[in-house]
């Protein structure tokens, strides 16, 4: 089964409920309230697990949810906080929104190691936050807000310097086996390699080596999606080079020069990006032809290429003739290249996405306050963590796409008023 693309659920933790009651303590017949606050829910986290190769471990299992928080308790116990869920997956996955198709985050390790995708919702507030000298035993706490749920798909794009093209048996997992600690699964019929296999080739000379990844077999229309095209084309996007390997004895009856064009239109139907990656030609198996034939089969290789100026090797991963030559010219090619991963931006923001629904919110003034709440307000503070700088801006980027900031000034607000946001109590700032 091929499991490098697979669709999930995520569900981060509903927020615990404030709690209502009521201090009960000998001699003291009108206890206050001291109900306490709900838990916050708990986060859906993705981490990168650097030993993991494939996304098989989520295969089987398509809900992933993180824990709720707690109720608030009496005696103003503060409820617990729900459990977070950790994901592990392996570097270079992206995370798409499942509806629209956009990046949510791009695991591609150093800074994008750890990722919190979803954010659990607030835990309630309990009844001992809204004694008033009016009302000093109120009997109502606010619920917890609920997590949040999405369809995702989670799509591995290989982490490695240079891509194994080519098409389905020509030796491309012998070559990694034969320069690499990789060992793949070798068997002489098509599509052996069901995913990327990845190795690191070592000089020995204390040079710096690159990683090579065996990118699985193409086909004729895989840029269409036929066979699994579109889940092996994703692995060459982050790849800096490209070794082609051609089958150079056609033991399958196909011209070598008709199968770099086949393959090459196909990564430039799939993007026009990878069509512009450099890249060299290994023609394999040379060792099966006889010793003069081999430089008429380069020959006729280039004739039929015309104007391409991609240079030709003649190698054999059966007896390693012409491989030392091959990876030192690759070496010599990454020296010269920017050693910069590609990495994708986020596109798709959950949490920002599900307050842009056009719930209703009100703006008003009162004795001199100001008052903003309504459900849109609370569906958004009940996945934003204003203690942080990032929920913070977030807050303030809500207040002013939303038209809130000039209500308020409409209204009349200054330098120093008061302003009432739901539950929360914020001095004005122009």
């Known amino acids: 089964m091929f499991s490098d693309r697979v669709s999930i659920v995520l569900r981060s933790g509903n927020g615990g409920d404030g709690h209502v009651s009521f201090r009960r303590e000998k001699y003291v017949p009108n206890g206050g309230p001291d109900g306490g606050d709900?838990?916050?829910?708990?986060?859906?986290?993705?981490?990168?697990?650097?030993?993991m190769t494939t996304l098989a471990a989520f295969r089987h299992h398509k809900t992933y949810a993180a824990g709720n928080g707690s109720e608030g308790g009496k005696k103003r116990c503060h409820g617990k906080r729900g459990n977070d869920i950790v994901l592990q997956v392996p570097e270079g996955t992206i995370i798409r929104d499942q509806e629209s198709g956009r990046i949510i985050a791009d695991m591609s390790g150093k800074d994008n190691s750890r990722r919190i995708i979803l954010h659990g919702g607030k835990g309630g507030i309990g009844n001992m936050h809204f004694a008033t000298s009016t009302m000093q035993a109120p009997r109502y706490a606010k619920p917890g807000k609920p997590g949040i749920e999405i369809d995702v798909v989670l799509e591995l794009k290989s982490m490695a310097d240079v891509g194994l093209i080519g098409f389905p048996?020509?030796?491309?997992?012998?070559?990694?086996?034969?320069?690499?600690?990789?060992?793949p699964k070798i068997a002489n019929y098509h599509f052996t390699t069901l995913h990327p296999n990845l190795g690191v080739v070592d000089f020995g000379d204390h040079e710096d080596g690159f990683v090579?990844?065996?990118?699985?077999?193409?086909?004729?229309n895989a840029s269409k999606g036929e066979g699994l095209g579109h889940q092996f084309l994703q692995h060459i996007e982050r790849t800096r080079f490209l070794i082609h390997v051609v089958d150079g004895a056609s033991l399958e009856g196909?011209?070598?020069?008709?199968?770099?064009?086949?393959?090459n239109d196909e990564l430039v139907s799939f993007h026009e990006g990878l069509g512009e990656k450099p890249q060299v030609i290994a023609l394999n198996k040379m060792d099966l032809l006889p010793e003069e034939e081999r430089q008429h089969v380069i020959d006729q290789l280039r004739e039929d290429l015309g104007d391409s100026d991609i240079p030709v090797f003649s190698i054999s991963c059966a007896t390693g003739e012409g491989i030392r030559e091959l990876l030192n010219y690759v070496r010599a090619r990454l020296a010269e290249m920017p050693n910069e991963t590609t990495v994708y931006e986020t596109e798709y923001f959950p949490e920002e996405e599900l307050t842009e629904e056009e719930l209703p919110f009100s703006v008003r003034k009162e004795k001199g306050e100001y008052y903003v709440d309504g459900p849109r307000i609370e569906k958004m503070l009940g996945f934003t963590n204003l203690e942080s700088e990032k929920g913070f801006l977030f807050f303030e980027r809500f207040m002013r796409e939303n038209g809130i900031e000039d209500e308020l000034k409409k209204l009349g607000a200054q330098e120093g008023d008061t302003v009432h946001v739901c539950d929360y109590e914020f001095e004005y700032v122009e």
């Open 254 to 263: 196909r011209s070598p020069a008709d199968d770099i064009r086949t393959i």
């Open 212 to 220: 090579l990844a065996d990118i699985p077999g193409l086909i004729e």
């Open 38 to 51: 709900g838990g916050d829910g708990g986060d859906v986290i993705f981490e990168v697990d650097p030993g």
């Open 169 to 183: 048996n020509v030796g491309k997992s012998t070559l990694l086996s034969r320069v690499t600690n990789a060992r």
